[in-house]
């Protein structure tokens, strides 16, 4: 059972470049969501879906877009890459309570 | 809102040292209430959860209680391990307009030193 897949591991991106971190889960959960972890501030919400077809705001929105077209994958995409995206990004899924974590994607805007 | 507040860390203890790490929430309602580890270079991991007041929680050692009364979850060990340093985050879950909402301290560094 692989829970939940993110890649890729590490990225480096110039500023103003695109790209997507992929998220997947193999455990049929209806929640899945995206954080960011950095230094002193924990984890904060990026975006959220409660099922393929819906997406919500977390915290921290801006310079990322969601889509769930299907239950097992939730793209995260940075539209331009900003060096204040430095970060590492988490991947989640819930059922019912308690999350199951990927192993996350540290990514650098240079 | 919803708030978590840990302990500021690092914390640093010798190996078999006691451990308490400190957890206070605010919510609303009855949240269910979870400590989560981070090895290094690891995704989180959960590591205890208690569901409703004065549940205890306990898994590899480590035990917290629900106390209601003072809002807390403290997380607790008898006899710390190397292995165990490792980013513990305390966490609620609960339930907002049909839908779960999970809010995280800002988790709380501990260094166990042989």
């Known amino acids: 059972n692989a829970g939940v897949t993110q890649t890729p591991k590490f990225q480096v991106l110039k500023t103003g470049q695109s790209m997507t971190l992929q998220c997947a889960q193999d455990m049929n959960h209806e929640y899945m969501s995206w954080y960011r972890q950095d230094p002193g501030m924990g984890l904060r919400l990026i975006h959220y879906s409660v099922g393929a077809g819906i997406t919500d705001q977390g915290e921290v929105p801006n310079g990322y877009n969601v889509s769930r077209s299907t239950t097992e994958d939730f793209p995260l995409r940075l539209l331009s890459a900003a060096p204040s995206q430095t970060s590492v990004y988490f991947c989640?899924?819930?059922?019912?309570?308690?999350?199951?974590f990927g192993s996350g994607t540290r990514l650098t805007v240079v | 809102g919803n708030s978590v507040t840990q302990m500021e860390g690092p914390v640093t203890l010798s190996e078999e040292a006691f451990l308490t790490i400190n957890c206070t929430y605010t919510a609303t309602g009855y949240p269910s209430l979870f400590w989560y580890v981070q090895y290094p270079g690891e995704g989180l991991q959960l590591l205890l959860k208690?569901?409703?007041?004065?549940d205890k929680g306990s898994n590899k050692g480590f035990e917290a209680t629900y106390r209601k009364e003072t809002t807390s979850f403290h997380l607790e060990k008898g006899s710390v391990q190397v292995s165990d340093s490792a980013v513990y985050f305390c966490?609620?879950?609960?339930?907002?307009?049909?839908?779960?909402?999970?809010?995280f301290g800002t988790g709380t560094k501990l260094q166990v030193i042989p």
């Open positions: 966490a609620l879950i609960s339930n907002s307009g049909g839908y779960q909402k999970v809010t």
């Open positions: 989640a899924s819930s059922q019912g309570g308690g999350y199951t």
């Open positions: 208690a569901t409703k007041a004065d």
